[in-house]
């Protein structure tokens, strides 16, 4: 399902990626940046789908990029955001046009409201290329989008580009681990959540019900550390790292530390 996983070198630069078995209903936590972040997608909101299935991501082009203060998105994972500055409802245009992918970063470090608006600061290297779902266009321009995480890649130079932000990206390089393989794995996951000491918040919940889902077990990793940990550093970490066994064994630790009130495990 996932050709992307399957790159053996950034050389092989396209990718293709079918998405006809992601999750609809998913919804990413969204942690508020400063300055004001885009608004979550309200449920009511009649979408349109903008583009068709399977997609495939050319890494010789630059891909638009979108970074945002405390904002990580992963593959499998849905993003609801409101798009209302002027270069950004641009950016969605010209995606819209084309072939629906913008790129979610993360800024290196703090960024102040200026820096914001009139620099560009610093993005850390590692980003999701997401594909609009779904969008809605106001009367007065701006867009209500739902984007979906694709795959993981890597920065490897920014493009001179106005006025948003492009990026030359490679794809990255993924063990291949197979369902099979991650069998233990999802029933360390399941056998975590099965507990009675976890509290019955939403997100808990939610990570239940996926176990019922026929997601691969490496997407089923993913959506669930997008729903479970708010915390933008742990998502990145998780963002970065590329073994899913590796990536599946913190998120038993987390969800243990969750049911034991524990600090969480540490991230790399």
């Not at 940046?33 to 050319?58: D, G, H, K, Y």
């Not at 609801?80 to 800024?107: C, K, T, V």
């Not at 742990?234 to 049911?259: C, G, K």
Request: glycine share 4%; with cysteine.
């Amino acid at each position: 399902m996932w050709s992307s996983r399957n790159c053996q070198s950034p050389r092989n630069k396209l990718v293709t990626s079918d998405i006809s078995d992601m999750p609809r209903s998913v919804f990413a936590h969204h942690t508020p940046p400063s300055p004001p972040p885009p608004q979550r997608l309200t449920p009511s909101r009649a979408l349109q789908s903008p583009v068709a299935e399977p997609i495939t991501i050319n890494f010789d082009q630059p891909v638009s990029i979108f970074p945002l203060p405390g904002c990580v998105l992963l593959p499998f994972g849905l993003m609801p955001l409101h798009i209302f500055e002027d270069r950004y409802r641009q950016m969605i245009r010209d995606a819209l046009d084309s072939n629906g992918l913008i790129a979610m970063g993360l800024f290196q470090g703090p960024v102040s409201e200026h820096d914001y608006y009139h620099d560009k600061p610093t993005l850390r290297p590692n980003i999701c290329v997401g594909y609009i779902q779904k969008y809605e266009l106001t009367d007065d321009g701006r867009y209500y989008i739902l984007l979906q995480g694709i795959l993981r890649a890597r920065i490897t130079r920014e493009i001179d580009h106005q006025p948003y932000r492009k990026v030359m990206l490679e794809p990255v390089e993924y063990p291949p681990r197979t369902d099979d393989q991650l069998r233990h794995a999802r029933q360390q996951i399941a056998d975590q959540l099965s507990c009675d000491s976890l509290d019955k918040s939403e997100p808990i919940q939610q990570a239940r019900a996926l176990l019922d889902q026929p997601f691969p077990t490496t997407g089923l990793i993913d959506l669930m550390i997008q729903a479970l940990t708010e915390d933008p550093d742990r998502r990145y970490a998780m963002l970065v790292e590329t073994d899913p066994q590796s990536r599946a064994d913190w998120l038993v630790a987390h969800i243990n530390a969750m049911r034991n009130n524990n600090t969480d495990p540490p991230v790399k």
